[in-house]
C-alpha cells in the first residue's frame, strides 16, 4: 500500500517539475500554443483560441513519458 502512494508522489512531483519548467520556458517558446491547426477566430471586441495542435502534441508527450514511466 505505501509503495503506490510513493511511487504516485514521485509521478505527482515530476509532474509538477515538468509544468513548472514548461511555464519557466514557455516565454521562450514562441511557436508553442501557434502551430499550424490551432484554431484562431478573430472579430471586432472578439477574439477565440482553441489550441487544437497544440493540445493534441502535449497529449502524446505526456502519454509517453507516463508509459515509460510503468514500464
Known amino acids: 500500500m505505501t ?3 510513493g511511487k504516485l508522489l514521485i509521478v ?4 509538477l517539475v515538468a509544468l513548472g519548467l514548461l511555464l ?3 516565454a521562450r517558446l514562441p511557436w ?3 502551430l499550424p491547426g490551432d484554431i484562431v477566430i478573430e ?13 493534441i502534441l502535449i ?5 509517453l513519458v507516463l508509459w515509460l514511466l510503468r514500464r
Not at 12 to 15: D, F
Not at 43 to 55: I, Q
Request: proline share 3%; no cysteine; net charge positive.
Open 3 to 5: 509503495g503506490g502512494i
Open 12 to 15: 505527482a512531483g515530476i509532474v
Open 24 to 26: 519557466q520556458l514557455g
Open 32 to 34: 508553442l500554443g501557434r
Open 43 to 55: 472579430r471586432e471586441h472578439f477574439r477565440f483560441y482553441f489550441p487544437l495542435t497544440t493540445s
Open 59 to 63: 497529449s502524446v508527450a505526456l502519454s
